[in-house]
DNA sequence: ACTTTTGCACTGACCAGTCAGTTCAAAAGG
DNA sequence: CCTTTTGAACTGACTGGTCAGTGCAAAAGT
């Protein structure tokens, strides 16, 4: 039932196909990017089951051959883009927080500075966010439980500096860390799509500046 | 090409076919809430478009021709769906709203009132909440402008709460109203998601205590 | 009382169209 | 030369929507 065409897959198949993030690419390489971007807007817009192949083929400028040349199917094509979607993500929020600590900074203000990176994502890949928030939560599909790894990881970089925020008693110990992870993945992610989606010529350092007063506990007392 | 059948639609007609809302159901009513369930559930697990209207019927024990029966197309019924779930959900956030304020509670009472009453709600129509984070930020669809609305009409029950509060000098006169209503709301939804998803065993007071204390800033400094 | 008619709600087989996936011969490319 | 891409053809399964027909309870007729 799977492919048994002459299966392509071949050695040097791997010389070329360098690992996502390398930058000079092969002509593999840069075929499959392209396919990614093709596909990440047309299922943010449509949703996985309602984009054709065809679609993607064409809008990424291939042929459809070079779809399954590329990738073993298209539920393939869309775990793999997953992956380098979240990839990317988990990676810069790490960063923002290694550089905030390395800046000397509190734990809040690295929490602050990977909302920043977050919103920063968003503004820049608006479609996969959609997209990732659209699945993340559907249950019986094929690529859950790759969608559970990868969230798990990003996740993850929150909750580590919530950690070691609590440990330095720098952070309230009786919160809870896995829900307050939640809890600020969720604000910044519904805040940042509102953002994109109805009001979307407002600058970043504006809706920064309101979830940063939100996560700071600024809200209640005028002044 | 149309109805050849006698054309019914006689004045006795009305009599059965109450208004949506109607209680008392009639037989119509009692079929269309049965495939509103049916549709919630599998629309949530499996998407708008790889849910087919035969796997509607069946799981609502019905024949397909009812549904068309009962709705103009695929497309009608979820939008109907949509405008009746949320629908629900603004109804019980106002009373949550309403209700601290008659027992002479603070405006951020009346937020976290809220926040509970977005859980008891997630709590009860998961699958419902899923769809609808699934929808809400895509483009191109039908029902893009029926999402708008209701969407509005939700978010602006806890805008006015925020700005009352503002008002009232209770809270900051620096909020961003907007923003900071997405926010909670994000915050709300995916972290009751996220509990509903992977710790299902958790109690809502406990997920509501945790949210409460992001909301009212209690989590930098360890008390 | 009883028969007959009406028309609402529902049925399910059916149709025309669509799609993912496959294959392949030939061209491009490096 | 060997890899990659092309593009068109094909298939087998599936889907949204249609429609002629059924069942039945209330209304009308007698």
């Known amino acids: 039932m799977t492919a048994h065409r002459t299966v392509p897959v071949t050695i040097r198949a791997m010389e070329s196909s360098n690992a996502p993030g390398g930058a000079g690419g092969g002509r593999r390489e840069a075929t499959r990017q392209k396919l990614y971007e093709a596909a990440v807007t047309l299922i943010a817009e449509q949703g996985f089951s309602a984009t054709t192949v065809d679609e993607i083929a064409e809008r990424a400028g291939v042929a459809k051959g070079t779809v399954y040349y590329n990738f073993a199917s298209k539920s393939v094509l869309f775990e793999e883009l997953l992956r380098h979607g979240v990839g990317l993500l988990t990676a810069s929020l790490r960063d923002a927080a290694d550089r905030s600590a390395e800046g000397g900074g509190s734990r809040v203000d690295a929490l602050d ?111």
Chains 1, 2 share one sequence.
Not at 138 to 144: I, L
Not at 149 to 166: H, P, T
Not at 180 to 187: F, H, I, K, N, Q
Not at 206 to 216: G, I, K, N, P, T
Request: a negative charge; aromatic letters at 8%; glycine letters at 8%.
């Open 113 to 223: 500075a990977m909302i920043r990176a977050g919103l920063v994502f968003i503004d820049r890949y608006p479609s996969f966010t959609q997209l990732y928030v659209a699945e993340l939560w559907r249950t019986n599909r094929a690529w859950q439980s790759t969608l559970m790894v990868v969230r798990q990881e990003a996740v993850a970089v929150v909750e580590k500096v919530l950690r070691e925020g609590v440990e330095e008693g720098e952070l309230s110990d009786e919160i809870d860390i896995g829900l307050t992870a939640s809890a600020l993945v969720g604000m910044v992610l519904v805040a940042a799509l509102d953002w994109k989606a109805f009001q979307p010529e407002r600058s970043l350092d504006d809706v920064h500046a309101a979830l940063s007063r939100l996560l700071q506990g600024r809200v209640g007392g005028n002044r």
